[in-house]
């Protein structure tokens, strides 16, 4: 029995060694399976191109894989962009070298403008995920347009930028704020503090942007470092023009009672949306939705209050105009953009599609208009006050004394060439400056141009450039002299 026991239990360690050494040998051969640390990328996320242009860029692969993979292009709009091949074989390896770098160009060709999403898929799955690898391709019809875009984009950043100093001058020169509503500078600050609030959060923030990019993974970040700056150089102006209102004569102005309940209403959607943020009901990145909303609002009302003043006082004293022209030129040249753009990418229903951002442009621009006529039609009507020496008929409109008498008399400033008594406003320096202004933007525009594709010296450009801004320097210098106010 103890033998046969001995035999038994010999022949069971047999089978097992037996099992064992089939299994090693089975484990040996080149099984087709996933390895985890291979990974495929694009050397390029964004791709700009022109219509019947080509652009080469690669599929990287890191590592080999044990079968062949076959990589496709899925194209949102196969009408804009076309891939060559369309579809790439990454060849199997009898020995994949885990830390082996392979690239696989591709060739995108723009067969008409517009914009498209393109995702990869991989064949056979399971071998490697491609869920984050993506491309944004803009087709366009003309680099000169982009150009020229990108350039205005600039201009109306800088003149919205300015604007704000031309009403904190005209305070300090007048050392009065008279004129100026202060529901437009509540609403103002309230709305600047928003917009600040929702760019800095979603520029600086890791958590805010890891909440966007969750919702929308395949897209940038809509707030770029000029936004953040210009939201709180905005709300910096606005508070150095409030501070000037506890400084300067404002006779009885204050805020209204209607201005007061819109801002306590915006207070409050505020304060709640936070404490539900801070309560974790609501996410942080909706929080910040909010505050542009608030922000979208204010932008709708805030020009109403200054507007109906100045219909109640017939005038536009202590208001700055050239605030509003700078406004102006911001809005008109953000709005030529969006249209430039849309024809550029044939993109119209993102220009007509985005009701919000053009009906806000054209909103305020309305409002331009409307200040500009009451300055210079409904209320050009300037009222002085002249000393007569009533003892004299014949005597010239001055003097002092006992016999002084006050006359309110009006004056209308005409629209003329300057003469020996130059008006207020000047028509003839008006429009020179401005041609002038129009030719120094074309000239630096087109030779911008001509830099960009090698056709000109950048000396020659930097010597006409040079020569073109001290010519209007001491154009406007001389007109400044001989007191001609434009």
């Excluded at 056979?124 to 491309?135: A, D, E, H, I, K």
């Excluded at 930028?161 to 202060?182: A, D, E, H, P, T």
């Excluded at 753009?341 to 599609?353: E, H, L, P, T, V």
């Excluded at 002085?384 to 020496?389: A, G, P, Q, S």
């Amino acid at each position: 029995m103890a033998l046969k026991s001995c035999s038994g239990a010999a022949g069971s360690n047999t089978r097992r060694i037996s099992y064992c050494f089939i299994a090693m040998f089975l484990l040996g051969l080149p099984v087709a399976r996933p390895q985890s640390n291979e990974t495929m990328y694009v050397n390029i996320t964004d791709i700009k191109l022109l219509v019947e242009e080509t652009f080469l860029f690669q599929l990287v692969q890191v590592g080999e894989y044990n079968t062949t993979l076959n990589v496709s292009a899925q194209i949102q709009h196969p009408d804009i962009v076309q891939f060559f091949p369309p579809v790439v074989t990454v060849p199997g390896s009898a020995r994949p070298n885990a830390s082996a770098l392979r690239t696989h160009d591709i060739c995108a060709y723009g067969r008409s403008p517009g914009h498209s999403d393109v995702t990869f898929n991989v064949t056979p799955t399971g071998f490697v995920s491609l869920q984050n690898v993506f491309l944004r391709v803009t087709v366009m019809h003309s680099q000169h347009i982009y150009v020229l875009s990108y350039i205005m984009g600039w201009i109306y950043f800088a003149a919205w930028s300015v604007s704000f100093y031309m009403q904190i001058y005209i305070n300090f020169r007048r050392k009065s704020v008279v004129g100026l509503n202060f529901d437009f500078l509540a609403l103002n600050i309230m709305g600047f503090t928003m917009y600040s609030l929702f760019n800095c959060g979603l520029y600086f923030s890791q958590a805010i942007q890891a909440e966007y990019f969750s919702r929308h993974p395949r897209s940038h970040n809509p707030v770029q470092l000029n936004d953040v700056f210009f939201s709180l150089h905005a709300a910096f102006a606005t508070l150095v023009t409030i501070t000037q209102c506890f400084i300067y004569e404002r006779e009885n102005q204050r805020v209204s009672n209607v201005g007061r309940a819109i801002l306590g209403a915006f207070v409050g959607v505020i304060v709640v949306t936070a404490s539900l943020g801070a309560a974790h009901k609501l996410a942080w990145l909706d929080f910040l939705y909010y505050c542009s909303y608030i922000k979208l609002c204010i932008t709708l009302i805030k020009y109403v209050p200054q507007a109906y003043m100045n219909y109640k006082r017939k005038s536009t004293v202590g208001w700055s105009i050239g605030n509003i022209f700078l406004d102006f030129t911001g809005g008109f040249l953000s709005i030529l953009q969006m249209t430039l753009n849309a024809y550029n990418y044939n993109d119209w229903i993102s220009f007509f599609g985005d009701a919000t951002k053009f009906g806000l442009g054209a909103f305020s621009l309305a409002f331009d208009i409307f200040f500009m006529l009451q300055h210079y039609v409904f209320y050009r009507l300037d009222k002085k006050f002249i000393i007569v020496d009533s003892s004299d008929d014949g005597s010239a409109l001055s003097g002092s004394g006992d016999s002084a008498e006050y006359f309110l008399i009006k004056t209308w400033y005409v629209w003329k060439i300057c003469g020996p008594a130059r008006p207020r406003f000047c028509l003839r320096c008006f429009v020179s400056s401005a041609l002038l202004i129009l030719y120094f933007y074309y000239i630096l525009l087109f030779l911008l141009l001509d830099i960009h594709y090698n056709s000109i010296d950048k000396r020659i450009y930097s010597l006409l450039v040079d020569t073109v801004c001290r010519f209007i320097t001491n154009y406007i210098a001389h007109n400044l002299s001989n007191k001609c106010l434009i």
